[in-house]
């Protein structure tokens, strides 16, 4: 008891601890200096980049399954003259696309580059032996600006064995040596599905305009935007400082475009928004919680949508100096491979009056950008836009839209083998007297009478398919001189549209857009115009759409789908084997209106040679 009774009495005496001002002091300095530095050092936008862990992803495929975790990212090389960062690879079925940032001058000055890939069986070594990891240098396919943020590299696919996360190299360097197994490893090695993927990201007004692949939305009409949120990344690039910690709802969701509010600390300051990561999160089924949201995976960074290269913004602001109102007209396509036709479809379309062309280069490989810089030379207004995702037509045409607002009264969305023409011939048709829009930028004027409309915001055409008229060889002076035999009914049509008075959800179905309400179409009697739509060529030229479709809804002719379908050629089959008479098929009518109107009035009178013919004296 004595010792029990010596024990409670030395507790009682202790002194109790108390917490010196010194301590507190330097405890609210330490949590003010935190605070300070956290507000004063900006964030760089350019630098964001998501950290995603989702346990399960219904969208995805089999194929893409580990494709949803991001790693940091680590410089390639040490000795190049800026290190070249790799933000993104997305994965197509003929190429892997590597996104990266524009910071990296170096590579703008014409160096040579390959596609490292490595051996896939990594895990087979160990430390200890880890000295060399096994490649296979193949040169890059081609390099683009893509916007003025970040470079487009494209790679062959990895052959059998070798990774899919390529890594690039200048030509010429040797082998880098790799401290160990852990250092390949830990880097970026993710690879996104083109199927499953937020691609694009841009601003209009107080609202991100966001282009994802992956939401199955059904074409044609709006969806329940109440599934769909934005969700805005925010952190650094490297380990797991990135998270998605801003989201708002969206307002609107249809096809391929998700329109959501930005968060209100970037609707005070717009330009804290360029080149932010966005991504799309959504309800995976109907009874789950309001609040889970699955992520899509992204390589979208938010832009302009009127940012260029600055080779582009050079070339804008010359012609800026000398036009300060928007052009009456301009002209929108999308176009794989069509190097060979876009000269005659420029300039006979801007002798009808088209002013100002916009081209969504979609992975072309022909020499299409070297075809533009010539027409740029010869003074026509046309500016490349490259745009890599494959089989996005609806939502490249909502993108140019856009693009398109600030520059252009109207805007025109057609392909490049078709033409408008004014068919009516008699000086004493009523209407021809009304509109008075026959000759040179005829087509200019008939838009313009319609400027001032408070209603009509669309003038639709018709289109005759023209078939291969008995060539077997491409005609040498252009597609409107040597097809002169078509269908006699028409098929479809092709939109003429006031991009101001389009439906805020961008909604198109290629040939016509949504429009806000208030507004309305106007069909253009077909003995007024009409469009020639060159749509069967000869074999040589037609075989080119088995390889893909460009529209999102229109399987590729390969697939055994829709084979009815009005985009197909009837009896064709999936398969690219010419059918027997080809060249004679899809021949109903022989119109040579518009060959007559074009040799008539576009032919030089000295030489006989059209615009778009080349002089070999």
Not at 108 to 137: A, M, P, Q, W
Not at 288 to 293: F, G, M
Not at 334 to 351: C, D, G, K
Not at 508 to 528: A, C, D, E, T
Request: hydrophobic letters at 35%; aromatic letters at 10%.
């Amino acid at each position: 008891m004595d010792s029990e009774q010596r024990r409670k009495r030395k507790r009682i005496a202790r002194p109790p601890h108390y917490v010196s001002v010194r301590s507190l002091l330097l405890c609210f300095a330490f949590v003010a200096f935190l605070y300070l530095l956290s507000n004063r050092i900006p964030v760089n936008p350019s630098a964001i980049r998501p950290v995603l862990v989702v346990s399960s992803f219904p969208l995805l495929s089999s194929s893409s399954s580990n494709l949803i975790r991001l790693y940091p990212d680590k410089i390639l090389f040490s000795s190049s003259p800026s290190p070249l960062k790799i933000e993104d690879r997305v994965s197509f079925p003929d190429h892997v696309l590597l996104l990266v940032s524009s910071k990296d001058l170096w590579l703008k000055k014409g160096d040579e580059l390959d596609c490292v890939y490595y051996e896939t069986s990594l895990d087979h070594y160990t430390d200890d032996s880890f000295e060399r990891i096994r490649n296979l240098r193949i040169s890059a396919l081609s390099l683009d600006e893509y916007n003025e943020l970040q470079l487009i590299v494209r790679c062959p696919p990895p052959p059998l064995n070798y990774s899919a996360p390529v890594r690039l190299e200048k030509r010429g360097r040797k082998n880098m040596d790799l401290a160990g197994k852990d250092e390949f490893l830990g880097s970026n090695r993710t690879i996104h599905s083109w199927e499953t993927v937020a691609y694009a990201a841009t601003l209009d007004g107080n609202t991100a305009v966001v282009f994802v692949k992956g939401l199955n939305l059904r074409p044609d009409r709006e969806s329940n935007s109440n599934q769909f949120s934005c969700h805005f990344g925010l952190g650094n690039d490297e380990g797991d400082g990135l998270r998605f910690a801003l989201a708002t709802k969206a307002i609107t969701a249809a096809q391929e475009v998700v329109r959501c509010l930005l968060p209100l600390s970037l609707r005070l300051n717009p330009s804290k928004a360029q080149g932010i990561r966005v991504t799309i999160g959504f309800t995976p089924h109907i009874h789950a919680r309001k609040r889970y949201h699955v992520l899509v995976p992204s390589v979208a960074k938010i832009s302009n949508s009127n940012s260029d290269s600055e080779e582009q913004k050079k070339k804008k602001k010359k012609k800026k100096k000398s036009k300060e109102k928007k052009y009456e007209l301009c002209a929108c396509t999308m176009v794989w491979n069509q190097a060979s036709s876009l000269r005659e479809w420029i300039m006979y379309h801007s002798w009808l009056g088209i002013e100002r062309w916009f081209i969504y280069d979609n992975n072309s490989d022909d020499g299409i950008k070297e075809v533009i810089t010539e027409l740029e030379a010869e003074e026509y207004n046309v500016s490349r836009h490259v745009w890599p995702w494959i089989k996005t037509q609806e939502a490249g045409f909502s993108h140019c839209a856009l693009r398109a607002r600030d520059e252009c009264n109207w805007v025109g969305f057609m392909d490049v083998d078709e033409f408008f023409y004014f068919s009516f011939r008699k000086p004493g048709n009523q209407r021809s007297r009304k509109f008075r829009f026959l000759g040179q930028n005829s087509l200019r004027n008939l838009v313009a009478n319609f400027s001032s409309s408070p209603k009509i915001a669309e003038i639709r055409t018709t289109c005759h398919s023209f078939g291969p008229s008995g060539l077997s060889s491409p005609p040498p002076q252009g597609v409107t001189v040597g097809y002169t035999c078509r269908l006699q009914s028409p098929e479809r049509h092709k939109s003429i549209v006031r991009p101001d008075a389009l439906d805020v959800t961008l909604l198109n179905v290629v040939h016509h857009f949504h429009l806000r309400k208030g507004f309305r179409y106007l069909n253009l009697p077909q003995g007024i115009a009409v469009i020639n739509h060159y749509k069967y060529q000869v074999w040589d030229s037609f075989r080119a759409k088995f390889f893909r479709r460009v529209a999102t809804y229109v399987a590729d002719w390969q697939e055994n789908q829709n084979e009815g379908s009005r985009d197909r050629a009837p009896g064709l089959g999936t398969e690219a084997i010419e059918p027997h008479n080809w060249r004679l098929q899809f021949c109903e009518v022989w119109d040579t209106g518009l060959r007559d109107f074009v040799l008539a009035y576009l032919a030089d009178t000295t030489t006989g040679l059209l615009p778009w013919e080349r002089d070999s004296l």
